[in-house]
Nanobody
Framework: VQLVESGGGLVQAGGSLRLSCAASGSIFRINDMGWYRQAPGKQRELAANITSGGSTMYADSVKGRFTISRDNNRNTVYLQMDSLKPEDTAVFYC??????????????WGQGTQVTVSS
């Protein structure tokens, strides 16, 4: 199983970016999918999560600015980031809980994509 992220880059404050993360490989089903971020010198933190049924949750710092969504047919999760701030600068990682059959699962991480917001 592999998670491949795309969509990071450099943007000015107030701008927008859309991240994508596609899962591939031996997949029976995918439960939660989420986006985490790690700023320089800080611990990795959860930014947003979405269940297989579409329920979402967000860190307080991104509420109202970020929107997580998923396409279950494409095994892909997205993160639309609007009104970006310099403090959003971080490496963003996607994570997915992927079942290989009815009972067995692993948590997989993407390779990370850099998001840099200039002031």
């Amino acid at each position: 199983v592999q998670l491949v992220e795309s969509g990071g880059g450099l943007v000015q404050a107030g701008g927008s970016l859309r991240l994508s993360c596609a899962a591939s490989g031996s997949i029976f089903r995918i439960n939660d999918m989420g986006w985490y971020r790690q700023a320089p010198g800080k611990q990795r933190e959860l930014a947003a999560n979405i269940t297989s049924g579409g329920s979402t949750m967000y860190a307080d710092s991104v509420k109202g600015r970020f929107t997580i969504s998923r396409d279950n047919n494409r095994n892909t999760v997205y993160l639309q980031m609007d009104s970006l701030k310099p403090e959003d600068t971080a490496v963003f990682y996607c994570k997915a809980r992927i079942f290989s059959d009815y009972f067995n699962f692993n948590d997989y991480w993407g390779q990370g994509t850099q998001v840099t917001v200039s002031s």
